[in-house]
C-alpha cells in the first residue's frame, strides 16, 4: 500500500516548487487527523463530491432550464468539465492536480435554481440584509450547512482549499468576503480553477447554443477563437454547419484556449521567477492568464455569447418565469416560514427569517422549486 507520506513525497519530487503540497498544508479548523492513504487534497476532493449540495447541481440549471431538455449542460455537467479542464492545465504546469479538482468540483456548490437569474433575483431580495453571493454561498455551504460530522460543522476542509473557494474568480463570480489574506493573490491551483471554468462555460455554451439553435454557425465561426479552432480541425470556411462540425470546433476550441493558457502561464511563472507558494501570492498580479492575443480573443467571445446566446428572448423568458416563481416562493415563505419543511426550519433554527428562507430556496433544484411553487399555488396540487 502507498502510504500518505509515500504520496506526499511523490509530490513533493515530481511537482513545481511554486505548487501547493499537501504535507504544507495549513490544516484545518478542526482536530481531524489524517488518513494513512489519502493525501489532505485528496480527502478534501472526495468530502466535496459526497455532499448533499454536490448532488444537487444536476438538477440545477447552467444556461437552460432542466426542463428544456436531457442534452443541455446542467451545473454538474459544467463542474465536471471545469474540473477535467482544470486537471489538464495542473498537470502541465506540474502543480496539485488533486487541489485544483477540489476547488473545481466545490466552485458553484452554493449557486441557486435557474442559474445567473435565480441568483440575481436572491441578489434583489435579500439586497437590504446584503445580497447574495453564490462563491459566498459556497463557502457557507462546506463551512457551515453541510452536516455530516458531529465533531464539526460543515466538511472541516484544509486552508488551501478553503482559499481557493473564496478566491474564486471569473466575470460571473465575485470573490467572497472574507478573512484569507486579502489583497495577495491565491495559489497557482486556485487561479487555475477560475480559468477552468471560463474556459469551460465559454466553450459548452458556444455548443449548447448551437446545439438549441440560439447561435448561427456562420456568425460563432466568424468569432476569433472558433475560427481559429475551426481552421485547426480542418474545417475550410463555408463547410455546411453539421453536427460533427460541433463536435470538431468545440474540442479544439477548448484545445486552442487550453493551449494558450498554459503557454504564456509557463512564460509568467519563469519571469516572474516565483519559488514558493508565497511568492506566488507576492504577485502584483496572477501568473495564470492568456497571452495578450488570448485575452482580446476570450473577450469578444464572451460578449458574443452575451449578446447573442444570454440575451436571446427564449432565454430571456425562462429567466423571467424562473425570477417570478422565486419572487413567489420566497414571499410565502416570509409570510409562513412555517410552511417550510420541519427540517429546514430546524436546520436554519436562529437565523434571520430572511436568511432562512433564502438558504432553503438557494439550496432548491429547478425541478424542486417548480413543484413547490405548485403545490403552494395551485390548489389542485397535493401538498
Not at 432542466?66 to 486537471?87: F, N, S
Request: aromatic share 8%; proline share 4%; glycine share 6%.
Amino acid at each position: 500500500m502507498r502510504t500518505r507520506q509515500e504520496l506526499e513525497r511523490i509530490e513533493a519530487l515530481s511537482l513545481a516548487p511554486y505548487a501547493c503540497l499537501s504535507a504544507n498544508t495549513r490544516g484545518r479548523a478542526f482536530l481531524d487527523p489524517e488518513t494513512p492513504y489519502r493525501t489532505a487534497f485528496q480527502r478534501d476532493r472526495e468530502r466535496i463530491l459526497h455532499t448533499t449540495a454536490w448532488r444537487r447541481l444536476q438538477g440545477k440549471t447552467q444556461v437552460f432550464v432542466v426542463t428544456e431538455g436531457d442534452y443541455y449542460r446542467t451545473r454538474i455537467t459544467h463542474t465536471l468539465e471545469v474540473a477535467q479542464i482544470g486537471r489538464t492545465i495542473a498537470r502541465a504546469l506540474g502543480v496539485n492536480e488533486d487541489l485544483v479538482e477540489g476547488i473545481c468540483l466545490a466552485h458553484d456548490l452554493g449557486h441557486p435554481p435557474f442559474g445567473h437569474s435565480g441568483e440575481m433575483t436572491l441578489n434583489e431580495l435579500m439586497a437590504s440584509e446584503g445580497g447574495f453571493n453564490h462563491n459566498q454561498h459556497s463557502f457557507r455551504v462546506v463551512t457551515e450547512l453541510e452536516s455530516r460530522y458531529p465533531e464539526f460543522p460543515g466538511l472541516n476542509l484544509t486552508y488551501e482549499m478553503r482559499e481557493g473557494i473564496v478566491k474564486h474568480e471569473t466575470d460571473y463570480d465575485v470573490v467572497a468576503e472574507h478573512d484569507y489574506e486579502t489583497g495577495l493573490r491565491g495559489s497557482v491551483e486556485s487561479q487555475i480553477a477560475c480559468y477552468a471554468d471560463e474556459l469551460a462555460y465559454n466553450a459548452h455554451d458556444t455548443d449548447d447554443g448551437l446545439r438549441a439553435g440560439l447561435l448561427v454557425w456562420d456568425e460563432v465561426a466568424a468569432q476569433a477563437w472558433p475560427r481559429r479552432a475551426a481552421e485547426a480541425a480542418g474545417i475550410a470556411p463555408g463547410t455546411p454547419f453539421e453536427e460533427m462540425v460541433r463536435h470538431r470546433v468545440i474540442r479544439k476550441l477548448i484545445a486552442t484556449m487550453v493551449t494558450d493558457l498554459v503557454d504564456q502561464s509557463t512564460r509568467n511563472l519563469t519571469e516572474s521567477r516565483v519559488r514558493s507558494v508565497d511568492d506566488v501570492r507576492r504577485q502584483p498580479q496572477n501568473v495564470i492568464a492568456f497571452s495578450e492575443e488570448g485575452k482580446q480573443m476570450n473577450a469578444q467571445l464572451k460578449s458574443f455569447l452575451y449578446k447573442k446566446m444570454y440575451r436571446h428572448p427564449r432565454v430571456l423568458r425562462m429567466h423571467s418565469k424562473a425570477g417570478r416563481v422565486l419572487r413567489d416562493l420566497f414571499a410565502a415563505f416570509m409570510d409562513e416560514p412555517e410552511m417550510m419543511p420541519l427540517s429546514a426550519q430546524q436546520k436554519y433554527k436562529g437565523l434571520p427569517r430572511s436568511r432562512a428562507v433564502c438558504y432553503y430556496i438557494a439550496g432548491m433544484t429547478d425541478r424542486f422549486a417548480l413543484d413547490e411553487h405548485a403545490r403552494l399555488f395551485d390548489p389542485r396540487e397535493r401538498v
